[in-house]
């Protein structure tokens, strides 16, 4: 089946050759048709697999099928939410790529730079926004975006947005949509709370699943090395240089894990960058071009980067620590094997993290090889330690959003503020900043953070 055969338009017909593809994906192929059709959809499909393409392609036909109507700035029609600032950028890199030949008009919105060149960008008009939901609030509270036109709403890697505890932000906005309009739900991984918000937003939806769900990507092969907490780094460090790899992603659980690492590796001799939330915008675009540049060997991430980066033919995916969240291995690994390339997911487990593995393993249902490396052998005598819960404001969720305003200059380690400075001091605030509510610090939600039941985080997103 090629893609002539899905109803595309020809403007995106040349668009998607002009990308070199000719052969819709599994998840293309069951997706763009009935989106074309105005149905909702409830997609159940990895990451890598072109369910990007798959709602952007008829998103825009859809769109550019209806001309706008009356002069001046014309309305905001399709609203695309999505987890974090690196996936915002993807999804609206593919939005300018696939609509260049259309009359459309796009904007991204996210947190961590400044918010007048938002909007100006949104004063000139918009067709379509891509947006994180806390710097859309941000710009709802400012009313410099209107959301009572849209036509089709995209929940984008819905399944982490909950993860990250979004959803108040999600009922919120929700609320300031047109009752009548096209939702497109796509999810790698399902839970109780990701069916309530299915269940509540989509009416008669097609479903389409590509793959079994809570499941890997089928190209990435997956080994555990057991290796004792103390010689981790020295274990990845050896397997980088005796295997020459080149270009490998690697996470940790903290911020701080995250920068430690990277200086560690350095010192080893391995070219390295890290990225987290409480890097700037400009610096995780840095560390991210010199990645796929083959600037840097090794990007050490927190799980702010699971979703989001998009990286031609990743060969190599470290889990230099296991994630808490079970669902989130299935994120992180799936940052290989992508577009029918082959993956390596290799992770390094210390006697501490057992518990997570086996909860892994329950979530795959399956049992991972484990293979020891000689040299590494587990030394018996190691008693398992508690891990530490990363403190607010320091852990993997705080991710692109959190509150991070680095762009403007509000945000500061742990809660703390210079002298002289206050956070959410009352008051008037200048041009172009970000709100903080009096009494609440950078990097907090407004009112009570989420509960941790049902996978919820404390994090807000920017």
């Known amino acids: 089946m090629s893609f002539d055969t899905l109803g595309l338009s020809a403007e995106l017909l040349r668009a998607v050759a002009g990308q070199g593809y000719s052969e819709p994906t599994p998840v293309q192929r069951a997706a763009i048709p009935v989106i074309l059709e105005g149905r909702d959809i409830l997609a159940g499909a990895q990451t890598g697999t072109g369910k990007t393409a798959g709602f952007t392609l008829p998103l825009l036909q859809r769109l550019a099928a209806v ?26 890199e593919s939005v300018a790529t696939y609509g260049k030949h259309l009359p459309l008009n796009s904007a991204i919105i996210f947190g961590g730079v400044k918010i007048n060149p938002q909007i100006q960008k949104l004063q000139r008009g918009v067709d379509i926004v891509i947006a994180t939901p806390g710097r859309l609030l941000d710009h709802v509270s400012q009313r410099t975006v209107d959301l009572s036109t849209i036509e089709i709403l995209v929940l984008d890697e819905a399944d982490r947005m909950l993860d990250m505890g979004f959803i108040r932000d999600i009922r919120r906005i929700l609320a300031l949509l047109p009752k009548q309009r096209q939702n497109l739900l796509f999810s790698a991984t399902y839970s109780t709370e990701m069916r309530q918000l299915a269940d509540s937003l989509l009416h008669n939806p097609a479903q389409v699943e590509v793959a079994r769900r809570n499941t890997p990507a089928e190209r990435v092969a997956q080994v555990v090395h057991p290796v004792d907490r103390e010689r981790k780094r ?17 996470f940790t659980r903290t911020k701080h894990g995250a920068n430690r690492l990277s200086e560690q590796l350095e010192k080893d001799g391995i070219s390295s960058a890290a990225i987290h939330g409480n890097k700037s915008q400009g610096a995780r675009t840095r560390a991210l071009a010199d990645f796929k540049a083959g600037a840097v060997r090794v990007l050490v991430a927190t ?160």
């Open 67 to 92: 001309p706008r109507t009356g002069k001046g700035r014309h309305p905001v029609r399709a609203l695309i939410l999505v987890p974090t600032r690196e996936l915002a950028a993807q999804v609206g």
């Open 234 to 250: 020295e274990l990845l460090s050896f397997m980088i240089g005796t295997q020459n790899w080149r270009q490998v992603l690697v």
């Open 303 to 462: 799980d702010i980067a699971a979703r989001g980066l998009d990286i031609d033919q990743l060969p190599h995916v470290v889990n230099y620590e296991l994630p808490s969240v079970p669902e989130d291995y299935v994120h992180r690994i799936g940052r290989t094997g992508r577009a029918g390339n082959d993956g390596q997911a290799v992770s390094l487990v210390c006697v501490d993290e057992n518990k997570l593995l086996v909860d892994i393993e329950r979530l795959l249902r399956r049992d991972l090889p484990k293979v020891v490396i000689q040299g590494y052998e587990v030394d018996p005598a190691i008693r398992a330690e508690p891990i530490r819960k990363p403190r607010a404001g320091q852990g993997n969720r705080s991710g692109s959003a959190a509150g991070n305003r680095q762009g403007n200059k509000t945000v500061h380690a742990a809660g703390k503020h210079p002298v002289g400075k206050s956070a959410g001091a009352a008051g008037k605030r200048p041009a172009g900043k970000s709100r903080n509510k009096p009494g609440n610090a950078p990097g907090r939600g407004r009112g009570k953070a989420p509960a941790r039941g049902n996978g919820a985080r404390q994090v807000r997103a920017r």
